[in-house]
């Protein structure tokens, strides 16, 4: 059972913003962390950045200043909102649920199936 599911995603030129959902049912929206993860053709899985009850937000360096993250607790559903988009945003974007918020993907127990983020330049 799908328990994350990502969505938003598309092609945009730099400088353009895009929006993603991410929609957790069953154990995963009871779950009071989320993060945001990437991975780049060839690249390692990055933290982006993650919210949580006690934690609140975090951020990568690299998205700092650009990147947004909130939640609509009524629909279980948390936003990344991406402003200013750079070419080397360019990956597929995954939403996890853990425990406890974190900057390594091992510690998210549930996982989305991902969508793509392409910028052009």
């Known amino acids: 059972q799908v328990q994350l599911v990502e969505s938003g995603g598309g092609l945009v030129q730099a400088g353009g913003s895009l929006r993603l959902s991410c929609a957790a049912s069953g154990r995963a929206s009871s779950m009071p962390a989320r993060g945001w993860f990437r991975q780049a053709p060839g690249k390692e899985r990055e933290f982006v950045g993650s919210i949580s009850w006690s934690a609140g937000m975090s951020y990568a360096d690299s998205v700092k200043g650009r990147f947004i993250i909130s939640r609509d607790n009524a629909k279980n559903t948390v936003y990344l909102q991406m402003n200013s988009l750079k070419p080397e945003d360019t990956a597929v974007y995954y939403c996890?649920?853990?425990?406890?918020?974190?900057?390594?993907?091992?510690?998210?127990?549930?996982w989305g199936q991902g969508t793509q983020v392409t910028v052009s330049s």
């Open positions: 996890a649920a853990s425990w406890t918020a974190a900057v390594s993907s091992v510690a998210y127990a549930y």
